[in-house]
């Protein structure tokens, strides 16, 4: 019985060490998301300050500051700030999901793996969940790469968004700017 139970202890020890919890590393991801207006003109955006992390059990929690959006127009960034994400109340966007430890830690350096993942998407206060088509490589020096390989697109009336979609269309006195957003990532992780 002495014996199963330090047969069990050790393979939990080895199997945590194993399962490390994996940080996202900023400056090497980046979130970008389109708009389009006057039903035609696409302008790419991105989000500067992304956190997140993947632990032992393989929960994935990310965190978006909204507050970093980055249009490469300072007077828009501070307008999608305040009329759109609101963020003197809602100061970050949330990702939840879940994936597989095991399937990641058997892959070797270079090695891809494809996969649909569920997300739950937090935003303006509603959850919704969302399925992603990602490849995940594992890269040198315990280093993923997580990669959407098809954009998922954010429905802005699914986050109570249109109100201030609207009201950057009255401000910026467009014709039109589109409720249908594509959203793509690439995100590293390292232990």
Not at 72 to 81: A, F, G, L, S
């Amino acid at each position: 019985m002495y014996k199963l139970i330090l047969i069990t202890l050790s393979l939990l020890l080895f199997s945590s060490h194993a399962l490390a919890e994996w940080k996202l590393n900023n400056s090497e991801s980046s979130l970008h998301f389109i708009s389009i207006k006057k039903s035609s003109v696409a302008e790419i955006h991105h989000f500067k300050s992304i956190t997140g992390e993947v632990d032992a059990k393989g929960s994935v929690e990310i965190a978006i500051d909204l507050a970093s959006v980055e249009s490469n127009i300072p007077v828009r960034n501070e307008r999608m700030q305040s009329m759109l994400f609101n963020v003197e109340k809602f100061t970050q966007a949330n990702i939840n999901g879940k994936v597989d430890l095991q399937k990641l830690a058997s892959l070797a350096a270079g090695e891809t793996h494809q996969e649909t993942i569920t997300l739950t998407l937090e935003l303006h206060g509603i959850s919704q969940a969302l399925q992603s088509e990602a490849e995940v490589i594992k890269l040198v020096d315990n280093r993923l790469l997580v990669r959407s390989t098809t954009p998922i697109i954010i429905n802005a009336q699914d986050y109570n968004l249109t109100k201030g979609i609207e009201m950057l269309r009255t401000v910026a006195k467009l014709p039109s700017i589109s409720h249908a957003v594509p959203v793509s990532y690439s995100l590293v992780f390292e232990k």
